[in-house]
């Protein structure tokens, strides 16, 4: 799966890269791909690191050159670290319990719903486990604006099937298309895009495309990140699937008794993934496996039954930390180790995308000279 992941990662920054900013808008369907990383999947279970993926990208292109696939990559990071700030916006979705018609949610989930692009975005979503980025966004509009449906449920529909599904860039996506992000600011998906976008295979698409903004007023204060360690503290550690990276690791997980894996099955998650995610999920972790000569999977009980204290690499803001705060008697006590790249970029994560983006440089000569990241 690494080997796979870097094979691909290598012909999309040698051919595929160059061409990006002006064709990434395009989605020319599922068997059609090239204008586009296809490397998502991989990015959101840390098999490619994001940042070591910056710095290679950087090793070959001036930054103007690949500024926009930059910060694409750095909207995932801003999106993680915007819910660290606020982590009772992830709590208030997972506990919301809107009100729906059930016929209309049902036509909409199974695809039935007689609008074309959607009912064939929601057959790629459950046959792919993916969706364009695009075409994610126009799912969304029509989903919240069109069909009438809660956000929240089309957020765990995402969740629930795609290999990428991110707690933070799904969240707070779903919420900017609602307009309750950026307060007052929707995104309306309308015909004319998405004819053009998709290269004309969408037709003559009634939508409502005058719709309002959601409104919500409930305001959520900045909080300061939780306190994160960068240096060992006790012989076994605890890894999700959120961070499988092996780049230059291999010295840290040596120091290491044991390195245990830890997938949770849907008895313990709030929104109940398909078996080809929880699949998926397992096959990374089988790879780190055969990477990483010390570690093992464990299940959830195993976890509890560990009777002395060991580290737990932050799986940040989402199922996994919710498991850890329900499950665990003295979660103070956890040893949390984050990295130091997550560290420097979420204390520029407290505001809008802007504030984070006219940062990026200093962020880039961060990467750029900081090395040793865990200790």
Known sequence: MYEKANQEKLDFIQNGLKD?????????????????????KYI??????????????????????????????????????????RPEVWRDFINSTPSYSDEDYKKAINGETGIECFDDWVNELKTENYLHNHSRMWFASIWIFTLNLPWELGARFFMK??????????????RWVAGIQTQGKNYIARESNIRKFTNQRYMNTTLNENASPLENHKFYS???????????????????ESDLNVNLRQSFFENYENVFLLLLENTNRNIKLDDSVLNFKRALQEAFTNEITNSKIISEDDIKNINEGFDVLYPAVGENMDFLNKEMKDINELH?????????????????FFNFKKNIPEVINFLLHEDDFFN
Not at 20 to 40: A, H, M, T, V
Request: with cysteine; proline share 1%; glycine share 4%.
């Open 336 to 352: 949390l180790i984050g990295i130091k790249e997550d560290i420097f970029c979420w204390k520029f994560s407290k505001k809008g």
């Open 20 to 40: 990006y900013s002006s064709q990434r808008n395009y989605d020319f369907g599922p068997k059609s791909r090239e204008n586009i990383s296809n490397l998502s």
């Open 222 to 240: 900045v909080n300061e990140v939780r306190q994160l360690h960068t240096k060992q503290k006790y012989k076994n550690i605890v890894l999700f």
């Open 161 to 174: 099937y795609l290999f990428d599904g991110d707690a933070a860039s799904n969240t707070l996506s779903w």
């Open 44 to 85: 959101s279970h840390r098999i490619i690191n994001e940042y070591d993926l910056i710095r290679e990208i950087l090793s070959e292109y001036n930054l103007q050159k690949v500024d926009k696939f930059i910060q694409e990559v750095f909207w995932r990071v801003y999106w993680k670290g915007w819910l660290e700030h």
